[in-house]
């Protein structure tokens, strides 16, 4: 099983092809997974790939036997330059030579204020100059530190989310995250004045963006009152609830919802940002502009690092030392950033995106099969969305099978979805055409064998 293919930039000097040299597991993954059952936490997910990378780049992931694996994964939406591309580790390698820790809020650095320049830069619809950003290190902790200054800056407690969202695994973040097993299960009691309301979901409730809009303003002033509302937090396309895209219009409406009555609408752009959606961040697509973002997961080239990016008077609410971290915008993962918006620029990455979801959706409508209940997502972020073609319902089982089956054949595919029937495809834009093409032709056979 080959597949010829250039190497492009974004990852180190490796087979570039999809190469299964012996079946998986091989022997030294299988001894490596007997090793991580004897040593890990079973809470820490098992992983769903029999294999132990030794190396990626360039859209595939080489384990330590051998094989070679096409990634449509990108470590969960993170790799999205490539796993070590060259401008990223040259910074990491430069920065860590100076020094790897101060801690911004002692010693501050020059890496952290030229990236939450560069960010302020990007924002959509402020000028640069009126925002302003603070940098943490996961995704959830952004999410918590937008909720905290959201409270701040309007005085108010209530925090608004929507169905089959998902926004971190900390006590708050679980609360406002919608999904019970395995993210909630047992972890209680969870954090107060947390309210989940209905978003939009065009596959199952068949409305407009408008009605699905004054359907959850309706909800929100019968529950909450319209001015205890301290934030709306959405996600732009829902990631790890089925990279969900809402109808035209419905972000737009809350957001004038959001101006009139004085709550902070915050926009979650951990998975859809920084350039996987085509556009450096997805809302950009619902021409309206949020107080807050959140990022993470594709900022740093794989380096952890995560932040809140918004209108200046809102980040400046808290008072001195109100937010922070004692690892939060780490000089080594600011220094990634900075690489990884370079790279962006300078190779027309946000084009690569969308040529990379043109590629995917018309990969997969090729499969042409009455499973497939819908295809959407924008950019290199698209999904499938697995029904039973009687009834409509969800058919993860399916999902779960066509997973394992593409994984055996050396090609990396990722679950999702409140009921986990949902296929989400997350290539590397480092990725070739050729690999995305093989990668489609895997999965065609899947859905043929079973």
């Given at each position: 099983m080959f597949s010829a293919h250039v190497a492009p930039t974004g990852g180190p000097s490796l087979p570039q092809v999809r190469r299964l040299v012996t079946a998986l597991p091989g022997p030294q993954s299988a001894h490596l997974m007997d090793r991580l059952r004897r040593s890990v936490p079973r809470a820490v997910s098992r992983p769903n790939l029999p294999v132990f990378a030794a190396a990626a780049g360039g859209g595939v992931v080489v384990d330590v036997d051998g094989n070679s694996l096409i990634d449509l994964g990108s470590g969960i939406a993170v790799t999205?330059?490539?796993?070590?591309?060259?401008?990223?580790?040259?910074?990491?390698?430069?920065q860590v030579s100076h020094f790897?820790?101060?801690c911004f809020m002692v010693t501050p650095y020059q890496q952290y204020v030229e990236l939450a320049e560069a960010l302020g830069g990007r924002y959509p619809g402020i000028a640069g100059e009126s925002v302003r950003a603070a940098f943490f290190n996961s995704g959830a902790e952004a999410v918590e530190n937008a909720v905290k200054i959201a409270r701040t800056a309007t005085g108010r407690q209530a925090i608004v989310t929507l169905d089959h969202a998902f926004h971190g695994r900390t006590n708050l973040t679980m609360s406002m995250?919608?999904?019970?097993?395995?993210?909630?299960?047992?972890?209680?009691?969870?954090?107060?004045?947390?309210y989940r309301m209905p978003g939009s979901y065009p596959f199952r409730d068949h409305l407009s963006g408008e009605e699905a809009a004054q359907r959850m303003i309706t909800r929100v002033r019968s529950l909450v009152g319209d001015y205890n509302v301290a934030a709306v937090v959405?996600?732009?396309i829902q990631g790890e609830g089925g990279f969900i895209v809402p109808a035209p219009g419905f972000i737009p409406a809350l957001a004038e919802w959001c101006a009139e009555t004085g709550a902070i609408m915050v926009v979650d752009e951990i998975q859809?940002?920084?350039?996987r959606t085509g556009d450096f961040f997805a809302i950009e697509?619902?021409?309206?502009?949020?107080?807050?973002?959140?990022v993470a997961k594709g900022l740093a080239g794989g380096m952890p690092l995560s932040g809140v990016v918004g209108r200046a008077d809102l980040m400046d609410a808290p008072g001195p030392g109100g937010i922070g971290g004692t690892y939060g915008g780490n000089p080594a993962a600011c220094a990634a950033a900075l690489a990884v918006l370079e790279a962006i620029e300078e190779e027309a990455l946000l084009s690569r995106a969308r040529e990379i979801g043109a590629l995917l959706v018309s990969g997969l409508e090729a499969i042409d099969d009455p499973r497939i209940g819908d295809i959407r997502g924008r950019g290199a972020m698209i999904a499938i969305e697995?029904?039973?073609?009687?009834?409509?319902?969800p058919d993860s089982p399916l999902a779960k099978q066509i997973a394992e089956y593409a994984i055996g054949?050396?090609?990396?595919?990722?679950?999702c979805g409140t009921f986990g029937n949902v296929l989400r495809f997350l290539p590397p834009l480092a990725i070739s055409d050729d690999l995305l093409k093989e990668a489609m032709s895997v999965l065609k056979g899947a859905f043929s064998a079973l």
């Open positions: 999205t330059v490539g796993n070590s591309h060259p401008r990223v580790v040259q910074a990491v390698q430069d790897t820790h101060t995250t919608a999904k019970a097993n395995p993210y909630k299960s047992g972890f209680g009691p969870f954090a107060g004045e947390i959405l996600e732009p859809s940002g920084i350039g697509h619902e021409n309206c502009s949020p107080d807050m973002i959140t697995l029904v039973d073609p009687e009834t409509g319902g054949h050396g090609v990396i595919v990722l679950t």
